[in-house]
């Protein structure tokens, strides 16, 4: 059975959860969602459990009074029932949760819209 995870909107994946046997899924396993939500594209999928995705910004420059845009890069867990659905192009929402390796500390929640935008 899939668990609500408290964040509104999100719905879990329709995957039984014996078929998800990730332990950091937030939907099936055991980690928790807390912290910050945010979303960006998908720009990289090589290994099997973890994607990179880019956020785009605006920051202002004081000194020429003028905007210029900027992007940061995450590195986002992506459980097993989520795997198949996401592709590189894919807008998602991740959310923060405790450190799953050196570089992970966010996990893919759900897909907001696909393909290129």
Known sequence: MSENIGIPGVVPPKVKAE???????????????RGKITQGVVVSKKSKNTVIIRRDYVQFVKKYQ????????????????????IEIGDLVRVGESRKISKTKAFIVIEKISGGAI
């Open 66 to 85: 003028r905007y210029e845009r900027r992007n940061t890069r995450l590195a986002c867990h992506l459980t097993d029932c989520l795997s198949l659905e």
């Open 19 to 33: 078929e998800c046997k990730d332990i950091s899924c937030p939907f099936h396993g055991k980690t928790r969602i």
